[in-house]
C-alpha cells in the first residue's frame, strides 16, 4: 500500500504536490515500483493535527479520485478517512478500500456505512483522536489492550453479517516507543484473529528516536522494521517507498520458502 498524501502538513511528505497531474505522476510511478493499493489521505493524521472540516477535506478528494480510477482501473484505490459521508462519497467515485484511523470510533455512522457499502475496511486502533491521542501512553499490556478493542469492534461488524476487515494496530497512534516495539513483536496474535494485519510504520518517530534520524532519513530504519513485520505476520506494508518495501516483501517471502 503507497502512501499518497494531498495535504500541506502531513509529517514527511506534506505540500508536495501542486496539481492533479503531479499526483498522477506520483500514483503512475508507485504503481510502477509494485503498489497494489494507493491510499489516499487528505487530512493529516499526525500527532496534534488539525480536524479539517467535511467539505474541505472532500473538496481535495473530489478532484483527484475520478482521475485516479480513470487512469489506473485496475489498481485498489484506498481513501484514508474517519468520516462515514466522505466514504460514502468515495466509493460512488469508484473508491474500493477504507482506510479509518479511528476504527469506526470518531463517527458514530461509519460502522453502518461500510457495512452498506461492502468494501474492505482497514480497522486502526486508537484511543482518542490525533489531537489528544498522546495523552493514552503508555499502556501497561497495549498488545492486551488492542486486541481487546478490535475484539470489540470485529463484534459490531459481525453482528450486521460484515466480515472485509483488515486490522491495523496503530504504530505510533497514542503509543510509547516501548508500547509501539511491543506491538510490532505481537503482530502474529493479531494475524491469528484471522484477518490481514497492516503495518504501517513507515518513517515514523517510533524509527527516528531509536536511531536518531529523522522523517527524511529513516528510509533504512523503516525497511528494517518492515521486514520484521513481514516476518511477524504482516499481510499488507503501508508505505512512502514502495520500491525497498516490495525488495523487502520479495526477500522475506524467498526466505520464508527456502
Known amino acids: 500500500m503507497a502512501i499518497v498524501n494531498i495535504t500541506p502538513d502531513s509529517f514527511y511528505d506534506g505540500g508536495k504536490f501542486s496539481d492533479i497531474k503531479d499526483v498522477l505522476n506520483d500514483v503512475e510511478d508507485k504503481i510502477a515500483q509494485g503498489a497494489q493499493i494507493i491510499d489516499i489521505g487528505a487530512a493529516s493524521t499526525r500527532p496534534g493535527a488539525e480536524t479539517l472540516e467535511v467539505e474541505e477535506e472532500w473538496t481535495r478528494l473530489a478532484h483527484i479520485l475520478p482521475e485516479i480510477r480513470k487512469k489506473f482501473p485496475n489498481t485498489f484505490i484506498s ?3 474517519f468520516r462515514a459521508d466522505i466514504a460514502k462519497r468515495s466509493v460512488a467515485l469508484g473508491v474500493d478500500i477504507i482506510n479509518d484511523i479511528s476504527g469506526g470510533n470518531l463517527d458514530e455512522d461509519m460502522l453502518d456505512t461500510v457495512c452498506k457499502l461492502n468494501v474492505p475496511y482497514i480497522l486502526m486502533h486508537l484511543d ?24 470489540k469492534q470485529i463484534h459490531l461488524f459481525q453482528s450486521k453479517g460484515f466480515n472485509k476487515i483488515i486490522l491495523d494496530p496503530g504504530f505510533g497512534f497514542g503509543k510509547s516507543l516501548r508500547n509501539n516495539y511491543e506491538l510490532l513483536k505481537a503482530l502474529s496474535q493479531f494475524k491469528n484473529m484471522g484477518y490481514p494485519v497492516l503495518a504501517g510504520v513507515s518513517r515514523k518517530s517510533m524509527i527516528n528516536k531509536v536511531i536518531h534520524s529523522n522523517p527524511v532519513t529513516a528510509l533504512n530504519g523503516t525497511t528494517v522494521l518492515n521486514t520484521i513485520a513481514l516476518l511477524n505476520g504482516a ?11 516490495k525488495q523487502a516483501i520479495e526477500l522475506v517471502s524467498y526466505y520464508q520458502n527456502a
Not at 482518542?128 to 475484539?151: I, R, T, W
Not at 499481510?235 to 518495501?245: F, P, S, T
Request: glycine letters at 2%.
Open 79 to 81: 481513501v484514508d478517512t
Open 128 to 151: 482518542g483522536d490525533p489531537q489528544n491521542m498522546q495523552h493514552n501512553a503508555p499502556y501497561l499490556n497495549v498488545a492486551e489492550s488492542v486486541h481487546q478493542k478490535f475484539e
Open 235 to 245: 499481510a499488507i506494508l503501508r508505505v512512502h517507498d514502495v520500491q525497498e518495501a
